[in-house]
């Protein structure tokens, strides 16, 4: 999924879905500072629209960031996301489902 800039349609991020399993997938997003100028109230709610629509295919969703990312952390708690007890290293592991399909 893209999110463009209201004002001059320029693309400001993208997230989408990678397969892991036939049960589980992870996530990815990637966004420029400009998300921050407009849009953020649509790009929730369109975010959890489609977060919910991959539940429905994959027991568990899955994501794993940078621990200071405090923006992409923010909006994976916003999702229902959690944080699992796996980190690695500056980065954590987020999940939303049964954690236990996918160890």
Request: net charge positive.
């Given at each position: 999924?893209?999110?463009?800039?209201?004002?001059?349609?320029?693309?400001?991020?993208?997230?989408?879905?990678?397969?892991?399993?036939a049960?589980?997938?992870?996530?990815?997003?990637?966004?420029?500072?400009?998300?921050?100028?407009?849009?953020?109230?649509?790009?929730?709610?369109?975010?959890?629209?489609?977060?919910?629509?991959?539940?429905?295919?994959y027991?568990?969703?899955?994501?794993?960031?940078?621990?200071?990312?405090?923006?992409?952390?923010?909006?994976?708690?916003?999702?229902?996301?959690?944080?699992?007890?796996?980190?690695?290293?500056?980065?954590?592991?987020?999940y939303?489902?049964?954690?236990?399909?996918?160890?």
């Amino acid at each position: 999924q893209v999110v463009y800039l209201r004002k001059t349609k320029e693309p400001i991020a993208i997230f989408g879905l990678i397969p892991q399993s036939a049960t589980s997938a992870g996530i990815f997003f990637l966004s420029t500072e400009k998300l921050k100028q407009g849009n953020m109230i649509l790009f929730l709610k369109e975010s959890k629209k489609i977060v919910k629509a991959w539940e429905k295919e994959y027991k568990l969703l899955l994501d794993t960031t940078y621990k200071k990312n405090t923006s992409v952390i923010k909006w994976l708690k916003f999702m229902g996301f959690s944080p699992s007890k796996y980190e690695f290293g500056d980065f954590q592991m987020y999940y939303k489902g049964d954690i236990n399909e996918y160890w």
